[in-house]
Structure formats: structure tokens, C-alpha cells
């Protein structure tokens, strides 16, 4: 649900983006409900790159896997697209070194693994009074900007 509310943000955000006064009307405002931590200024955890690179693995395989997603939105898609294909490079990369840091503490893959989506799981949780599309979208803002370091304002 968290990917492809990423998606959804990622596609409505190019739309909103040509025209500037819906964008500014549209954007949600920062919750100061959401549970995960803000871009990273510290190294992340072992859990949160398995995490964040498992999120960001299936995005890029979502963009390599059904351009016809992106073709029907024209330029913009192929853009989209094209950075869901970096999110997609980013993910393996911080996979491998979750796996790595997993390796050196004893662990088999697949625990890491395991680990990573408890901690999306657990700091993704619903806020008391949002619908399941709000809480969809603020917990996709808070694993994009953790996870790719991008701050969205």
C-alpha cells in the first residue's frame, strides 16, 4: 500500500507541478503526526535500508515493468519514470549494505529483510481520525523523504 501510494503521490505531484497555484493549494501540509524520521542527517539503520531499499527496489521495478504507466502522461511520465529508475539503483544499493551489516551480525538475508519491513510497518502507522488515502499519502511523504533524502515542503 505504501508503494503505490508513493506512485500516486509521484504521479498527481507531476501534474500539480506544471500548474504552481493548485500545487500550493493541493499540497497536504506537514503532519507533524508522521512517525518517521526526516531525511537523513544521521547514517541510517541496518532495518531502515533494508526497509527503504525494499520500497524503492519495487519502484523501480515498477517503472521498468509497466512504462505504459508513465506513456500516457506523455514528458512527464517519462520523468517520473526515469527517477523511480533511480530510486530503483538507490534501493539495491542500500539493500546490499543492510545485508552486509546483517552478515556481520550473524544474520541470514531474509532476517534482514524481515527487520526492515517491521520498522516501514511500525513507523507507518494510521493516525486516530485519518482515512486510509490520508494516512497512504503522509506515511508515502515520510518514506520518501527518509528514504531518498529529498525533502518535500
Known sequence: M????????LAAGSVQA???ETAK?????????????????QAMSS?????????????????TSYPQLFAKQGQDGRGIQFV???????GRIMMDEAFEDGAQRGLKPSKVYEEGL????ENA?????????QGGRRA????MQRCTGIQMD
Open 47 to 63: 532495518e531502515e535500508k533494508a526497509g527503504c531499499g525494499a520500497v524503492l527496489v519495487i519502484l523501480g521495478q515498477v517503472s
Open 125 to 133: 502507522q494510521p493516525v486516530e481520525g485519518e482515512t486510509a488515502e
Open 2 to 9: 505504501i508503494a503505490a501510494a508513493l506512485v500516486a503521490s
Open 118 to 121: 517491521s520498522f516501514l510497518f
Open 25 to 41: 493549494s493541493k499540497a497536504p501540509a506537514p503532519s507533524a503526526a508522521s512517525r518517521l524520521p526526516a531525511a537523513p542527517a
Open 84 to 90: 523511480l529508475e533511480a530510486f530503483g539503483a538507490k
Open 18 to 20: 506544471a500548474t504552481p
Open 140 to 143: 508515502a511523504m515520510a518514506l
